[in-house]
């Protein structure tokens, strides 16, 4: 199957510019996540979502951070704007049932 | 909530000697606990995982063992390999139903040739 889609791989912007990342997640998988990844830490659960319903996004910051995923599929966490501490990577991740799901290869981003 | 403690940070050992890492969680509702490897600038990836109503999952070189009573469970790698060299973390389900996971600061395992 295909796995969890991201875009970009990386990107570098300024403090207080704006940033969007995509995730497409496993075709069928009602769950997605998104997680962020400090350098040296655990991914740390930022936002959950059931098909298109927030289920947890209480470790979101939501004076900067957004995030929405249209029609229970594609997903797009927004960073507006970024602080230098928000420089990790962004981890989207899917799953079909409660049981072990499956990450895509990140966005690796740089404030400066 | 859930807060999973992991130990240790780092880990060397001798290609061939067996790893052991070592998790603690909060939740006693927790009853899912994943382990994944995650590979210098790659993703993440499950590795071997058990459930709450087993003690012991094996599988080849892995295994997994898990003490419900004092809310601790452990990965035992044997017969290392170079390959197995990653950072290694462990996750808690939260308790809540919501199938996240609490994850671990993680342990970075380095194999010596």
């Known amino acids: 199957e295909a796995g969890v889609a991201q875009s970009p791989r990386y990107k570098i912007i300024e403090k207080r510019q704006s940033v969007a990342f995509w995730c497409n997640p496993i075709?069928?998988?009602?769950?997605l996540y998104w997680y962020q990844q400090i350098l040296g830490q655990g991914p740390k659960l930022l936002i959950q979502?059931?098909?298109?319903?927030?289920?947890?996004d209480s470790q979101l910051p939501k004076d900067r951070f957004s995030a929405e995923r249209l029609k229970g599929v594609d997903s797009t966490l927004k960073i507006q704007p970024a602080k230098l501490e928000d420089s990790a990577v962004y981890l989207c991740?899917?799953?079909?049932?409660?049981?072990?799901?499956?990450f895509g290869s990140g966005t690796r981003l740089t404030v400066v | 909530g859930e807060n999973v403690e992991q130990h240790p940070s780092t880990l060397s050992v001798q290609e061939g000697d067996s790893a052991v890492i070592k998790c603690t969680y909060s939740?006693?509702?927790?009853?899912?606990f994943p382990w994944y490897k995650q590979e210098l600038g790659k993703r993440p990836q499950l590795i071997i995982d058990?459930?709450?109503?087993?003690g012991e999952k094996k599988d080849q070189r892995i295994a997994v063992t898990l003490n419900k009573t004092a809310k601790h469970f452990s990965l035992h790698i044997t017969e290392t390999q170079p390959e197995d060299s990653a950072v290694y973390f462990c996750?808690?389900?939260?308790?809540?139903?919501?199938?996240?996971?609490?994850f671990g600061t993680g342990t970075r395992l380095k194999v010596l040739a």
């Open positions: 991740a899917s799953s079909l049932e409660r049981y072990g799901y499956t």
């Open positions: 075709s069928g998988h009602a769950t």
């Open positions: 979502f059931q098909n298109n319903g927030v289920v947890d």
């Open positions: 939740d006693s509702a927790s009853n899912y």
């Open positions: 058990i459930r709450s109503n087993v």
């Open positions: 996750a808690a389900s939260d308790g809540t139903g919501t199938y996240k996971y609490i």
